[in-house]
């Protein structure tokens, strides 16, 4: 079963950018979707974005205009360029392919604090 590692969280001040990735264990079907989920404690996770292709992508309302996902196929990776990050950007990220019911990475921590 492929394993997904994040990276890339850590912390940040408002207004600052951070680029997560999502390194899968063997190569990914190019058609089955990849997506970047958040959770907050007490709270559902939700989906942030999600990429279907590399011209079919979704964002979530709170971060379209300052989030982008791309991925680059022949590497495995999964991206998430976050720039002009507010503090309710806060939360654990996880990777995730093919869904819900799908493949989740352990998730990584992204805080923003002045």
């Known amino acids: 079963q492929v394993q997904l590692v994040e990276s890339g969280g850590g912390l940040v001040q408002p207004g600052g950018s951070l680029r997560l990735s999502c390194a899968a264990s063997e190569t990914i079907d190019s058609t089955m979707s990849m997506a970047w989920y958040r959770q907050v404690p007490e709270r559902e996770r939700e989906l942030v974005a999600v990429t279907y292709s590399t011209t079919n992508n979704y964002y979530t309302n709170a971060v379209r205009g300052r989030f982008t996902i791309s991925r680059d196929n022949a590497e495995n990776i999964l991206y998430l360029q976050m720039n002009n990050l507010k503090p309710e950007d806060t939360a654990v990220y996880y990777c995730?392919?093919?869904?819900?019911?799908?493949?989740w990475g352990q998730g990584i921590q992204v805080t923003v604090s002045s």
């Open positions: 995730n392919q093919g869904g819900p019911k799908g493949i």
